[in-house]
């Protein structure tokens, strides 16, 4: 493993992870961003995991517990899974498509189990529908929050991949699968 560009990547999502700390509108979050970052650029496939939902954990314990949070951190795994995709080959194409997806799994995941588990809307089809519609307002902020902080934690890297070249991807075909 590079450690040059381990220690860049780290600290890039330490510092997207410290960007949590300051007061943001519901579901303007960088967690998103950080768990496809991290799905993309780390060589490791745990630490892919165990990176954002970690930030997750840290962000959950100053902000509070809840019941939502297997929704929760189950989507950005399966967003990390989303950066496993990006490894092969990283484009604006891919990352925006990468960053929408995570927001729509965030957003479906999540609500779902808001209608599953809080007991605010009736258990049925319509029920679910209700929640689902209920919850687009806090869509447009995730969607948001994973293009701008992608954008920043990938286009970021780019830059830097390009000014400094023993940042340059080193995987090799059996780290991608």
Same mark, same amino acid.
């Given at each position: 493993?590079?450690?040059?560009?381990?220690?860049?990547?780290?600290?890039?999502?330490?510092?997207?992870?410290?960007?949590?700390?300051?007061?943001?509108?519901?579901?303007?979050?960088s967690i998103g961003a950080?768990?496809?970052?991290?799905?993309?650029?780390?060589?490791?496939?745990?630490?892919?995991?165990?990176?954002?939902?970690?930030?997750?954990?840290?962000?959950?314990? /100053?902000?509070?517990?809840?019941?939502?949070?297997?929704?929760?951190?189950?989507?950005?795994?399966?967003? /990390?899974?989303?950066?496993?995709?990006?490894?092969?080959?990283?484009?604006?194409?891919?990352?925006?498509?990468?960053?929408?997806?995570?927001?729509?799994?965030?957003?479906?995941?999540?609500?779902?189990?808001?209608?599953?588990l809080l007991g605010t809307?009736?258990?049925?089809?319509?029920?679910?529908?209700?929640?689902?519609?209920?919850?687009?307002?806090?869509?447009?902020?995730?969607?948001?929050?994973?293009?701008?902080?992608?954008?920043?934690?990938?286009?970021?890297?780019?830059?830097?991949?390009?000014?400094?070249?023993?940042?340059?991807?080193?995987?090799?075909?059996?780290?991608?699968?």
């Amino acid at each position: 493993m590079n450690t040059s560009r381990f220690g860049v990547v780290a600290t890039m999502i330490l510092a997207a992870t410290a960007i949590q700390a300051i007061p943001h509108p519901f579901n303007f979050s960088s967690i998103g961003a950080i768990a496809l970052f991290a799905g993309a650029q780390l060589n490791d496939k745990r630490l892919s995991f165990s990176v954002p939902l970690t930030a997750m954990f840290l962000s959950d314990l /100053v902000s509070g517990l809840h019941l939502l949070m297997p929704f929760v951190y189950g989507s950005f795994a399966l967003t /990390v899974c989303l950066g496993f995709w990006l490894r092969r080959e990283r484009n604006v194409w891919r990352i925006t498509t990468a960053g929408v997806a995570g927001a729509v799994l965030f957003f479906l995941i999540t609500n779902f189990g808001v209608w599953a588990l809080l007991g605010t809307y009736p258990q049925t089809p319509s029920g679910l529908l209700t929640c689902y519609i209920a919850g687009l307002p806090y869509f447009q902020n995730t969607l948001i929050s994973n293009l701008v902080y992608s954008t920043l934690l990938f286009g970021g890297f780019a830059l830097a991949e390009q000014r400094f070249t023993q940042l340059r991807n080193p995987y090799t075909l059996s780290d991608a699968v």
